[in-house]
């Protein structure tokens, strides 16, 4: 299992977290942030991570 966190202060609502996670984790929510709403379904590849251009995203495994 994975615990995903992510600063909220930093993220820009750019999407390529959404777009790049094959598990579908993440949505934009209405305050145009991401929001990892599927964050059980995380497989730990690190995509997410690696692409976010603000480096808003930590993964770890638990
Ligand atoms: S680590 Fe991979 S599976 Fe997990 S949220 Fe990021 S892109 Fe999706
Ligand atoms: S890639 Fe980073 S900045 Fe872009 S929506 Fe995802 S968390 Fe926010």
Redesign the pocket.
Known sequence: MFIIN?DLE?????????NICPVQV?E?GPDG??NPVNADACEGCMS?VE????Q??EVKEM
Request: with cysteine; net charge neutral.
């Open positions: 992510v930093k993220c820009t609502g750019c999407g390529e977290c959404v993440y934009l942030k991401t997410c692409v976010c251009p603000e808003c995203i």
